[in-house]
């Protein structure tokens, strides 16, 4: 009932920017809490960030705050990661999942969430 699709992705130069996007479709953004999360080559999937169905809460990892910004366009049923200030420990492929916003926020536990998109690839080197 939900499909999400991550676009944004490229190669970029350390200390330069991508901004990601997930959108949602079938569904009302509002309906969703959203997350991000990334898979490096030979590391474990981890969380970088969510925001709350209601827009106003987010989370972040603390390897990517003050550095990554999450937030909703509703208008669009999107949720984008600008990325900022990247690091070479940064590449990795993206992904963003859902999870129903009636049920609790599942900040970056990866598997409270139920839908998940194909990922998009981020790459950041020299």
């Known amino acids: 009932q939900v499909q999400l699709v991550e676009s944004g992705g490229g190669s970029v130069q350390p200390g330069g920017s991508l901004r990601l996007s997930c959108t949602v479709s079938?569904?009302?953004?509002?309906?969703?809490?959203i997350g991000w999360f990334r898979q490096a080559p030979g590391k474990e999937r981890e969380g970088v960030s969510c925001i709350h169905s209601g827009g106003t809460w987010t989370e972040y990892a603390d390897s990517v705050k003050g550095r990554f910004s999450i937030s909703r366009d509703s208008a669009k049923n999107t949720v984008n990661l600008q990325m900022r200030s990247l690091r070479t420990e940064d590449t990795a492929v993206y992904y963003c999942?859902?999870?129903?916003?009636?049920?609790?926020?599942?900040?970056?536990?990866?598997?409270?969430?139920?839908?998940w998109g194909q990922g998009t690839q981020a790459t950041v080197s020299s």
């Open positions: 079938g569904s009302t953004l509002e309906h969703w809490h």
């Open positions: 999942a859902a999870r129903r916003g009636d049920y609790a926020m599942p900040g970056l536990w990866a598997n409270l969430y139920d839908y």
